[in-house]
């Protein structure tokens, strides 16, 4: 895996989601990720045995675009395309803390604890299906920005959550002690 695709997704912790979908607001500050390095790395979408599909198509896109998919048939999964056109990197948001809209996120959830901390309820808490694949997330409905930088001190690294290939790799990056983080990976220090 490059060491861009890693960089982003450490620098990711601490920047903002803003949903603005369905008419209710949402906003939640980014605290989990896992870099996924493109056709070398054998736990993306896009290693070399599966190439540029339907489905991972906008991985090879420019940076800056929004690669939504489904897993296990029932989950989205929303990751930021970080590579130049043709490179396919991607980092997966795993897990967000709510600044805003808490209200709307417990409905989406139906209640269910813990609210953001997973792919799968991100997107939840969001309002993020399918439908945003290929968006621009520099504008609404999801608008990725700036926030605040998250010190070393209270970051964390670890192998992957929930892949079978490459999952040791140390690619997941968290907030230490935040409740949006998913549980899963020993953390280990670089």
């Not at 290693?47 to 048939?73: P, Q």
């Not at 209200?103 to 209640?111: C, L």
């Amino acid at each position: 895996m490059g060491a861009p695709v890693g960089a982003i997704a450490r620098s990711l912790l601490g920047a903002r989601l803003v949903s603005s979908i369905d008419g209710e607001q949402v906003e939640g500050v980014i605290v989990e990720t896992e870099a996924y390095g493109g056709i070398e790395d054998p736990a993306s979408h896009a290693a070399t045995r599966s190439g540029r599909t339907r489905r991972n198509a906008v991985m090879f896109e420019r940076a800056g675009l929004a690669y939504v998919y489904r897993i296990y048939g029932m989950h989205w999964c929303l990751n930021v395309v970080t590579g130049r056109e043709g490179v396919a990197q991607a980092v997966l948001v795993r897990g967000i803390e709510p600044l805003s809209g808490e209200q709307v996120v417990r409905r989406r959830r139906r209640g269910r604890r813990p609210l953001s901390a997973g792919p799968g309820r991100v997107c939840q808490a969001l309002g993020i299906t399918g439908v945003l694949d290929g968006h621009d997330l520099g504008s609404p409905p999801l608008v990725l920005s700036p926030g605040w930088q998250v010190p070393d001190g209270l970051v964390e690294v670890s192998g992957r959550v929930g892949v079978r290939t490459a999952g040791d790799w140390p690619a997941r990056f968290y907030v230490r002690g935040s409740p949006g983080v998913s549980r899963g990976g020993d953390a280990v220090r670089l």
